[in-house]
């Protein structure tokens, strides 16, 4: 640790002495008996119960099965991009609706809000899959899976962002009232990006969702990662290998999601180092 | 001060939190090149005042007016508005995700439609000016306040403003600040910018105003000349709090 940063752990406990000291490495190593236990027993079950056989991992060395996956692992990229992108967007702009001074655009948006956040996403998928086609309305697969996701996290993200705008201190307002900005220009300018900031946890947690939610494309038939990990169930009869491969890879998108958000807060300009301007009057 | 239309003119001001009466029938003129002081107890509606002259708070009733014209309400004029009169606050309020040549330039690239080139041209010699150009490709956060408080006035002034609000700018600092920024408020006052200055710091009251304006419980108690105020204040109000300051 660097003279200047301060771990969140610091920062939350006082330095240990010399007892406690004793007590966590006794505790380290108490707990990576037991994490080792654990992992054996499973291993061991998974080996009494032949789910290490070669059977089941010998079409993993075959290259159609990876180019199979591949195959669902870009579906589930092209769904997850597409419905973030829509619900990044949809979720500023509902999250201005709601906050607007207009009352009937307030009260309309905070109820698009309310509904897409409350209804879990299976049954909008459903909806789209199932009633909107009965309306003549013929939508793709893709559509069909990525418009209810997207619609879903949008109520999400737009508290999301919300709680944000609220987070910047007024005095930035003013302050940007006072030289002349428009309230309209003083939100795009001053407001959104710092509210942006302040979010991207939130933000990278409810993009995971978003890929997460795309999993259940199996529902309208979108070769996705998670569909084409059932035919290959089906084909090879292997479930836990092919699920526990499958599993690692969510993980990796995820993964990356987490770095780019990351990176993408870190260029997106200039470093706040403190946020301590709030105003008394 | 002898244009006969004040830069600033507030006519029987009210103003409510709730069922507090914040303002009690507020009349005051600022002519051109006038530096006025606002000072009295804490919760005396100094700041409400200075605040509702760029309409950062709204007043019940009576009437403001900016160069004999009244005060826009929203829109278009009131950004128009806002623009001509600077306004210096308490916590800075340095746009924190901009640079410091940024947080100049934003108003006049933004609202006056300055070229770019112009702005920073421009920007920078207002930095040089307040003190703090080497800093200028830093972020708010770090700089002192007495640093961050002079980019504040550097970017009030980068809107070549009519008239100036300070509220309270000198109240956040640590006191080995307070003078740098002081001096820079002094300069202005000399080249004859109109000042509205809500402030504890009476040496500078007495200094540079032209007028103090003593408030408690949302009123104008007493105004005057600073030797008037200072060495004779009339109300037993201004003398108790004039007391209270000098006090130890």
Known sequence: ?281 | MANNTPVIELKHVDKHYGSLHVLRDINLAVHKGEVLVLIGPSGSGKSTLCRTINRLETIDSGQILIEGEPLPQEGKELAQMRAEIGMVFQSFNLFAHKTILQNVTLGPIEVLKTPKDVAEREAMELLRRVGVAEQAAKVPAQLSGGQQQRVAIARSLAMHPKAMLFDEPTSALDPEMINEVLEVMVELAREGMTMVVVTHEMNFARRVSNRVVFMADGQIVEEGTPSEFFDHPQTARAKDFLDSIRGH
Not at chain 1, 104 to 121: E, W
Not at chain 1, 221 to 238: E, F, G, K
Request: charged letters at 10%; hydrophobic letters at 50%; a positive charge.
């Open chain 1, 1 to 281: 640790m660097s003279a200047h940063t301060v771990s969140m752990r610091d920062a939350l406990y006082e330095a240990p002495g010399p007892k406690t000291r004793r007590l966590t490495i006794v505790g380290t190593i108490l707990s990576l008996v037991l994490v080792g236990i654990g992992l054996a027993l499973v291993v061991r079950q998974f080996y009494v119960s032949g789910q290490l056989d070669a059977k089941y991992w010998v079409f993993f060395t075959q290259l159609h099965t990876w180019r199979y996956l591949f195959d669902g692992f870009l579906g589930t990229i092209r769904v997850a991009a597409m419905a973030g992108a829509i619900s990044l967007l949809l979720g500023v702009l509902l999250m201005l609706g709601r906050i607007s001074n207009v009352r009937p655009l307030s009260a309309v948006c905070r109820v698009i809000i309310d509904f897409f956040r409350g209804v879990p996403s299976l049954l909008l998928i459903y909806f789209f899959y199932l009633v909107i086609p009965q309306y003549g309305i013929r939508l793709s697969a893709f559509w069909m899976i990525t418009l209810p996701v997207a619609l879903a996290a949008s109520g999400v993200l737009a508290e999301v962002f919300r709680a944000g705008v609220n987070a910047v201190p007024k005095g930035q307002t003013e302050a940007a009232l006072s030289i002349g900005l428009t309230p309209g220009k003083t939100m795009v300018k001053i407001v959104l990006p710092q509210a942006l900031r302040i979010v991207v946890p939130s933000l990278i947690s409810q993009l995971v969702v978003v890929v997460k939610d795309t999993t259940v494309a199996y529902v309208v038939s979108y070769p996705d990662l998670m569909q084409n990990a059932r035919v290959l169930i089906t084909t090879h009869d292997a479930v836990v290998s092919v699920y526990l491969v499958v599993a690692v890879l969510y993980i990796l998108v995820n993964y990356a999601i987490n770095q780019l958000s990351i990176t993408m807060a870190r260029r997106s300009g200039n470093p706040i180092v403190s946020r301590t301007t709030e105003n008394p009057t």
